[in-house]
């Protein structure tokens, strides 16, 4: 019942509108329950007792009558329709603004599509509700009580009779509404189920080919469609009993009407013209009730929707500005972390444990482990998409939890390791988190990353749609795009999760060379997992569940047993090996490739770090 | 900006009868002919049932006000009942077989469809994209089930019901029956405008909301991207602007659907008053019975919904034309790669690959030019070179994912394109780059090659290529589900599952599309001991990055703008000093050069 007055609240500024349409709805009710009177009376009073006239009359007031009944019909099936669309508009707004709220926690608990069938479905079934389930049960309840009240004035008996399968059609119709949804329930897991193999022999068809397995996976396929098929006529057969079982009662009544009444006017006990009335009102009675079921099913339907949706906006942000937050205007960027524990919601173990360090300006910071073994989670505690347990994470001496999120987080730049762009312009993306930025400065990023030679190739360059409606990019494409969109923002801080993981060597190498002068006078935080990239990083942090440790440059750890020389034999000593036996004479290769430094050297690609610098 | 303000419009709505089309779906009811005629007969009956009960009543209404015969009463009464029970059972069946004709021939589509999509080249997924072919079977064919099931048997009993009303009015009294069908062609007229305006209204209702739902499914995955550049206050401000915009298609559109019921019920409520008046009028002048007054009530009453019925029909026909477009564009496309009509099934193979002078590209665009290559059984062969050089090219046309242009391939001098397909892939294992594991266990996803493989057989290659001990420490070993994105399994953890995966196939020939290193030492030591086992004893092509795989190759084959540029040993190439070398020493350059100049200053 909570979840009723919640959606009540929903209704509140629109209540104007809502006694409206209900009193129009009762109005066209009231016109429309007169007719068949009218009919009836017609009939005795005009044609048997042969009244031009009073005929006349009738017909006049039925088209009055029926003009009346237009209007609020259309009153209210136009005023329910627009409070639907009104609600569902205002709900999508605070789940929207509610997602933006939510931090990277609640995000990796859900998937896209279970928030995207909170906005869609859910709320589709609450405006299903408010168009026409509660406008039915309100006109179905308004129908029986007015024809059981007119029935019963008029004759008693008849009227008993007319009504008897009443109930039992109500009953059986609410029963019925109640029995379909597991059924319903049922069918819906069963295409998911079917959808969920479509989609892994979609995604993974390479494999599916690979593999020969076209035959097998067919078979299954075909399974799952048999298995859906056969829920499916459950259903159908539930229905196929329901609707001609109801509409049977309905007839069974008009039979007891018919054959009582007719016996009734034939031993004249009654007019004829009653008799016309009672089969015209038991005719319109079918209808409503056998909506009930209907009715009630949508009515739980939309309040457990309802219940997912509220339940996503009563979920309090995790990372919110501390009432005393500050906006940091001249952020230095003095990273450093003091004692820091962490642990991620239902994580089973502490993903950080009593990490401290200090980063500054103009040094790299690189870190290096396993996966999960705490790499991620520093980097995502400095803009605060998690909070720290214990310990304090400080920029120039503030508290993280002390800044304007705001703030804090247009200072930093980040390249995440998955790369996500949007399905605007190439150009809009970069821009992303600068959205006035001008030709020349997302150009300059561009450069900056490598990124503007394959986009000026693009059919429309800049202006290119990217995404499922634009053109595909390769890995390494998107992985340039995301780091010119962090470059554009300028900011103090830059962090790169494995930012050319899948880009190839040569451009990779390409992109160490412009970052390396990007990063010249920022604070900047590497994670790779090629140790190529981290090797000429000021400090690298090597980190084991959740812990450092080993700290120190390239030349200091590899110089010791340890984790990171481990590494290192592994991946680079023989290469580098290979690179010392055969390099005897440096300048060789060194003449035949174009540099590519000077582009970056000229200081014009890059107005970003060069307006800095000359401030 | 930054926001999706255009989606294409899904629907290209325009005719409602496409011949073309109609004879195809049409088709797929061939298997049910006997049910389709069985449907139609039922669809009679409950017609008629169904107008004889009002006709029924207006027999008994004459009755009790002329002749007043009690019999005749009571027959009329229990020819009601039987009517009654026979319309029962009469919906009952034919609401069932309806529905399993529809539901039946979903079932046949979706199988089509998805068998047909097993011999497509992956190309084409790859062009069309997963969520797009994934509709056309969910979606599309969901709407042909609604147009099988509801739509074609209502446009018959809509039909029917008219013309049952039509003719009962007529033979009735031909002068009342025409009087009232004066308001028909007013109904057309007005159905005609509102259709015109609805539709427009309709399809900007749904438009906008396409919009506001693919800014918000965009959002929601890029959230962190959001956060991170602190969009959240410009995006909130357009989403309320395609929001708002959708309302307000949505209110407009509210009004059309508003209009059209009102405006029956008034026609409807007309139509009986002159019934009621110029009827009246017939029967104090005895051309009319009291009867067939009530049964022009009656009849006139359901005069106007199938009439209504019938446009909102029209309308799903229209988008199960659309729909059916979209299924036959799929089940059109001629595998790129067929089998030919005499292929044989390829025999076992000893593992002898050669490239004769092989030409291939894509559209216009030529990928691979003139390659020839011939490799030994059980070498090993590691392509080196740029992206775009046409590594996965000729890996591709390995496996026949393609065909070739010019010149053949050959596997044991069979050609591959005179073989069947299974034949061919059933001997050759590949282990990509992005590892795809499939919903289910990591027993099952060992075993995808082979499902009738026995768990120890299992075990064996997860021991082999050194799986098997961190697939004991899951909480239910091999019976543990993996994810779909193996969210349970890290990137290494999951190259292993894919190696045993290959493994267990035991291919004569292996591919294998290596990834970049991972950090995780452990895990890395584990890849480079398995890959070295996986290796041994069959033919192998690598698309390599690692050094240590590359140099224990027995051919490395360096790759240019679709060219081999040069072929060789390690050792032999960097001793040649040409691209091999260039491209090696790249990646070292730059922090050698520093190294350099650092030592020298």
Known sequence: MKIGLRILHYLKPYWKRVVLVYAALLAALGFQMTIPDLIGRAIDHGVVDRDGTYLRNIALLIIGLAILQAVFTFIRSYGTNVLAENVGNDLRNDLYAKFQELPFQFYDRSQTGQLMSRATEDINYIRSMLMFAVRALVQAIGMMVIITIIMLKTNLWLGLMALSTTPFLAIWALHFGVRIRPVYFMIQQQFGSMTSVLQE???????????????????????????????????ARKWAFNYPLSLALNGLSLAGVIWLGGYMVLTGRMSVGTLVAFERYTALLNEPIRWLGMVVQRIAQAFASADRIFEILDTKPAVTDSPNAKPMDNMRGVVKFDHVNFRYRGGRSEALHDVTFEAVPGQITALVGATGSGKSSVISLIPRFYDAADGSVTIDGVNVKDIQLSSLRSNIGIVMQETFLFSVTVGENIAYGKPDATQAEIEAAAKAARAHDFIMRMPEGYDTVVGERGVTLSGGQKQRLAIARALLVDPRILILDDATASVDSETEHEIQHALRTLMADRTSFVIAQ?????????????????????RGKHDELVAVEGFYKELYDLQLRDQEDALRELTAPPNDFEVDEPEPKPVLAGGKSEPAVARRQGS | MGMIRYVPDQEVLGKAYDSRIVRRLLEFLDPYRTKVILTTLLVIVVTASDLLLPKLFSMGIDEVVGDKRLWVVNVIGTAFVATVIIRFFGTWAQYLSTQWIGYRVVFDMRNRMFRHLQQLSISYIDRRGVGSVMTRIQNDVSVIQEMFANTVIGIISNALVLLGIILIMLLTNWKLALLSFIVLPIMVVIMRYWQRYAKAAYRSTRRTMAIVNANLAESIAGMRVVQANTREPLNMKYFRLVNGDNLAAAVKAAKYSAILFPTVSFLSAASTATIVYIGGRFVFNETLTIGHLVLFVAMIDRFFAPIRDLSQQYSTLQSAMAAGERIFEVLDVEPEVKDKPDAYELPDITGKVDYNNVTFGYGDTKILHDIDLHVNPGETVAFVGETGAGKSSMVNLLMRFADVWDGSITIDGHDIRDVTQTSLRSQLGIVLQDTFLFGGTVRDNISYARPGATLREVEAAAKEVGAHDFIMKLPQDYDTPVQERGSSLSVGQRQLVSF??????????????????SIDTQTEKLIQMALKRLLVGRTSFVIAHRLSTIREADKVVVMHLGRIVEIGTHDELMAKKGMYYGLYTMQWRGQDEDEETEQTA
């Open chain 1, 530 to 550: 090629r140790l190529s990239t981290v090797r000429d990083a000021d400090m690298i942090l090597v980190f084991a569940d959740g812990e450092i440790i080993q």
């Open chain 1, 201 to 235: 022999n979609v995604a993974g068809g390479r494999v599916v080919r690979s593999f020969a397995q076209e035959r097998a996976e067919s078979q299954r396929f075909e399974e799952e469609l048999e298995e859906l098929f056969q829920r499916n006529m459950r259903a």
């Open chain 2, 500 to 517: 045993a995966r290959a493994l267990l196939a035991d291919p004569r020939i292996l591919i294998l599309d290596e990834a970049t290193s």
